[in-house]
C-alpha cells in the first residue's frame, strides 16, 4: 500500500528540458531558492504567480515528506530597468521620481508583497533573505573570482563569461540572435559579460553605495542570488526557481558565477525550474506597461484571493495562463463549489457526532499533513476507496506538480456521497495542505463578490433581504419588488433560485 502513495517525483529541470527524478543532495532533505521581488514598486499579479508555484512546490516537497529548506530573496538593489546592465537601478529611480528614499521604498514594497503573500496562502519560508544586508557577503564572493573571471571598466566589475564552461546552457541562447537582445556597455568583451559591481560614476552619488576594491557603488543584480543560496542553501542545493524570463539572463549568470566560485561546472542547484508567464490580452503581464493589475485591484474589485491562487493551480505552471476576469470569477466560482461541497460533508459530520455518545475522539486536522501521516492514519487505511482518491492525487503532483489534475482528482472525491465524513475531511485537509486552498475553513460568505467601493453594508444588505422574505411570506408582492427595485439601484443583484446559493451580489 505504502508503495502505491508515493509516486516518485518528477521535476521538469530546465538545464536538461526534459523531467527529472527528485534526488535530494542531503536525503530527507529538499533545499530550495526562489528568486523573489525587486520592491520598487507594488508585485503585479503575474510575480505572484512565480510564488504560487514556488510555494506549491514547497508544499508537494513536504507533502512527500522532505524536510524542506526554502528561501526567497528580497531584491533592493541592483536591478537595473533592464535585466542586462543597461538603464538605471530601479530603486533608485523610483526613489528619485517619488522624491522617497530608496530605502523606504524598499521597505513599503516588501510589506506589501509580504501582505499579498498571505493573502494567497502562500507558506512563509525559512528565510527571506535582503540584498542589502548581504553586501559585505557579496564583495567577498566577487573578490573570490575577480582574478580568474572578471576584467575592470571605468564602469565596474565585469564578468568574462567565457571563462566558464558552458555559458548560456540553461537559456540555450549562445547565438547572435540571444547576444543581441543584451545591451551593449561600452568596453565589454563579449556581449553577455555582466556587472558584478558598478560604480557610482564620478561625481555621482547613490543612496544605495558600498565601499568596494573597485571603488564605492552597488552589487550587479545576479551576485545577491548566487552569494545568498550558497550561503544558506550550501555550494550545491536541490532545486532553484523563477520566472520563465530568468532562464534567459539572470540564471545562466547566476550558473556562471557559482562555476567560477566552486571552480568547477556545477551548477549550484541541480534542478532549474521556470514558471510560464501570467499574460493578459496585451501579452506578458509588466510593470513598464504602466498600469497593472495587483492582488489589492482584485480584492477592490470584491473577488476573494483565493480565487487567484486557484485560477492560477488550474494552469499547469510551465503553460501560459491568460488573465481575464471572466476567468478569475469562473475560478471563484469552482472555488465557491469545492466550498460548499465541504460544508455538506461537515454537516453530515455533525450530524454524526452528535448522534453519537463519543464525540471528543473525532477531531480533524487542518493543515500540515504529510504523505507519511495520512499513510499511518488508521481512519484513511481502513477504507480502500480512500486511498485511491490520495494516490490519484499523489500521482498528479507527483508528475511534475500536475496541480490541474490533482483538483480533478479531488473534485471526483468531494462528489463521492457514501463516504465516512471524518475520513473525507482528513482527505480533504491533507489534500489541501498541498493546494492551499483553506478548504476546511472558507465559508459560502468568505467568498461573496464585495467591491471595496460599495457603498451599501453587508448588513444592510441582509436586513433588507429580511425584509423582503417578511414581505413574501404575506403575500405582499408589491413590497417585495419595491425592496428588490431598491436593492438593484444601489448596484446589489438579488439572485433567487441561485444553484450555487450566492443570495446576492454586488456588481464588480
Ligand atoms: P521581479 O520583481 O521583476 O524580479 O519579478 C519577480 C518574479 O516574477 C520573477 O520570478 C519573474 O520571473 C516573475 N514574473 C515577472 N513577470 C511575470 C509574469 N507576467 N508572469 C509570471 N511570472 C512573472
Ligand atoms: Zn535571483
Same mark, same amino acid.
Given at each position: ?45 503575474? @510575480? ?41 537601478? !530601479? ?29 494567497? @496562502? ?161 501579452? !506578458? ?67 454524526? /457526532? ?9 477531531? /480533524? ?6 504523505? !507519511? ?100 411570506? @404575506?403575500? @405582499? ?32
Amino acid at each position: 500500500m505504502t508503495e502505491s502513495h508515493s509516486a516518485p517525483l518528477t521535476l521538469f529541470n530546465s538545464l536538461t528540458r526534459q523531467p527529472e527524478k527528485f534526488r535530494p543532495v542531503h536525503p530527507g532533505e529538499a533545499r530550495v531558492y526562489t528568486c523573489g521581488p525587486t520592491v520598487y514598486n507594488y508585485q503585479h499579479i503575474g @510575480n505572484m504567480r512565480a510564488y504560487i508555484f514556488a510555494d506549491t512546490l514547497g508544499r508537494v516537497l513536504s507533502w512527500k515528506g522532505y524536510e524542506l529548506a526554502h528561501i526567497i530573496n528580497i531584491t533592493d538593489v541592483g536591478h537595473l530597468t533592464s535585466d542586462a546592465d543597461a538603464g538605471d537601478d !530601479k530603486m533608485e529611480k523610483a526613489a528619485s521620481e517619488s522624491g522617497k528614499s530608496a530605502w523606504d521604498i524598499a521597505k513599503f514594497y516588501t510589506q506589501a508583497y509580504w501582505r499579498d503573500i498571505e493573502r494567497l @496562502n502562500i507558506r512563509q519560508p525559512a528565510r527571506w533573505s535582503i540584498a542589502t544586508e548581504h553586501v559585505e557577503q557579496m564583495i567577498d564572493f566577487a573578490k573570490s573570482i575577480a582574478d580568474k573571471h572578471c576584467y575592470e571598466l571605468d564602469s565596474g566589475l565585469y564578468f568574462d563569461t567565457s571563462t566558464v564552461p558552458d555559458y548560456g546552457r540553461l537559456a540555450r541562447a549562445n547565438t547572435d540572435e540571444g547576444e543581441s537582445r543584451i545591451d551593449p556597455v561600452e568596453g565589454k568583451r563579449h556581449a553577455t559579460d555582466f556587472a558584478i559591481w558598478r560604480k557610482t560614476p564620478e561625481g555621482e552619488t547613490r543612496q544605495m553605495e558600498w565601499d568596494s576594491p573597485w571603488g564605492k557603488g552597488a552589487p550587479g543584480w545576479h551576485l545577491e542570488c548566487s552569494v545568498m543560496s550558497k550561503m544558506y542553501l550550501g555550494e550545491t542545493f536541490d532545486i532553484h526557481t523563477g520566472g520563465i524570463d530568468h532562464r534567459e539572463i539572470h540564471h545562466p549568470n547566476e550558473i556562471a558565477q557559482n562555476q567560477a566560485h566552486s571552480c568547477s561546472a556545477d551548477t549550484g542547484a541541480n534542478i532549474w525550474m521556470h514558471n510560464n508567464f501570467l499574460v493578459d490580452h496585451g501579452g !506578458k503581464m509588466s510593470k513598464s506597461a504602466g498600469e497593472f493589475l495587483t492582488l489589492q485591484l482584485l480584492v477592490d474589485k470584491g473577488v476573494h484571493p483565493l480565487a487567484y491562487r486557484l485560477m492560477c493551480l488550474q494552469a499547469h505552471y510551465r503553460s501560459e495562463l491568460e488573465f481575464t476576469f471572466d476567468n478569475l470569477l469562473a475560478a471563484l466560482t469552482r472555488l465557491k463549489r469545492m466550498v460548499m461541497a465541504v460544508e455538506a460533508i461537515k454537516n453530515r459530520h455533525a450530524e454524526l /457526532v452528535s448522534a453519537s455518545t463519543s464525540q471528543s475522539a473525532r477531531t /480533524v486536522p487542518t493543515d500540515g499533513w504529510t504523505l !507519511k501521516q495520512v499513510q499511518g492514519d488508521e481512519d484513511i487505511r481502513s477504507n480502500i476507496q480512500y486511498l485511491d482518491q490520495i494516490r490519484e492525487l499523489d500521482e498528479a503532483i507527483s508528475d511534475d506538480l500536475n496541480t490541474p489534475m490533482a483538483l480533478l482528482s479531488l473534485e471526483v472525491f468531494l462528489g463521492s456521497k457514501a463516504v465516512d465524513p471524518i475520513v473525507s475531511l482528513k482527505e480533504i485537509a491533507a489534500t489541501d495542505a498541498i493546494l492551499g486552498l483553506d478548504l476546511l475553513t472558507l465559508t459560502r460568505e468568505d467568498l461573496r463578490i464585495r467591491p471595496t467601493s460599495a457603498e451599501i453594508t453587508e448588513v444592510e444588505i441582509e436586513r433588507q433581504l429580511d425584509l423582503r422574505q417578511n414581505a413574501k411570506a @404575506n403575500k @405582499n408582492f408589491p413590497a417585495a419588488d419595491a425592496i428588490r427595485d431598491e436593492l438593484a439601484a444601489r448596484g446589489v443583484e438579488i439572485m433567487d433560485g441561485d444553484p450555487l446559493r450566492w443570495d446576492w451580489r454586488i456588481d464588480v
